[in-house]
């Protein structure tokens, strides 16, 4: 995945909640999902339901490593 635009951002993922590929890909790379205004994702049909967590899965960012403390 790049840093910048990719052709396919501007493709509408979801017409449930009108979110676009790209919305979804940066939100996230972020690590902020739900996008505000975007919150209603309970409300997706299944078919955008799928496409949506498929999406994610491809999209988030690689769990941060994290180190336990012993006492």
Do not use: H
Not at 22 to 32: P, V, Y
Not at 54 to 64: G, N, T, V
Request: proline share 10%.
């Amino acid at each position: 995945m790049t840093d910048g635009p990719e052709p396919e951002d501007a493709l509408i993922l979801c017409y449930c909640t009108m979110l676009t590929v790209g919305e979804l890909r940066r939100a996230c790379a972020a690590g902020g999902w739900p996008l505000p205004g975007k919150e209603n994702t309970g409300r997706l049909c299944t078919g955008c339901l799928g496409d949506l967590l498929y999406c994610q899965s491809r999209f988030e960012r690689p769990p941060r490593e994290t180190r336990s403390v012993s006492p």
